[in-house]
């Protein structure tokens, strides 16, 4: 069974920063790209980041410059760096990962349950 947790959500200021963590744990045979969704109420849940295996990054326009996603393989972790918050930014964030359980197993994407981020202006 995969799960991934994920921690580090919270409430900060204008201009603040926060750091999420998703671990992916269970039998997992092979991660490729995780990344990090958000929804906001009313709003369909949109792409944040994403990042291969291999490093190779993806941004959502609206965070260019400010966030920065990276991942520890080992641990099958995957980090969001928030900086430069803004009231924005305010949602559920969402951990996604694409996985393969074994070696016979097709890639499957997981999420997390979320953690929210609040930002006050």
């Known amino acids: 069974q995969v799960r991934l947790v994920e921690s580090g959500g919270g409430l900060v200021q204008f201009g603040g920063s926060l750091r999420l963590s998703c671990a992916a744990s269970g039998t997992i045979f092979s991660a490729n790209t995780m990344g990090w969704y958000r929804q906001a109420p009313g709003k369909q849940r949109e792409l944040v980041a994403e990042i291969t295996s291999g490093g190779s990054t993806n941004y959502a326009d609206f965070v260019k410059g400010r966030f920065t996603i990276s991942r520890d393989n080992a641990k099958n972790t995957v980090y969001l760096q928030m900086n430069s918050l803004k009231p924005e930014d305010t949602a559920v964030y969402y951990c996604?990962?694409?996985?393969?359980?074994?070696?016979?197993?097709?890639?499957?994407?997981?999420w997390g349950q979320g953690t929210q981020v609040t930002v006050s202006s």
């Open positions: 996604n990962a694409v996985l393969r359980a074994s070696y016979w197993s097709r890639s499957a994407a997981y």
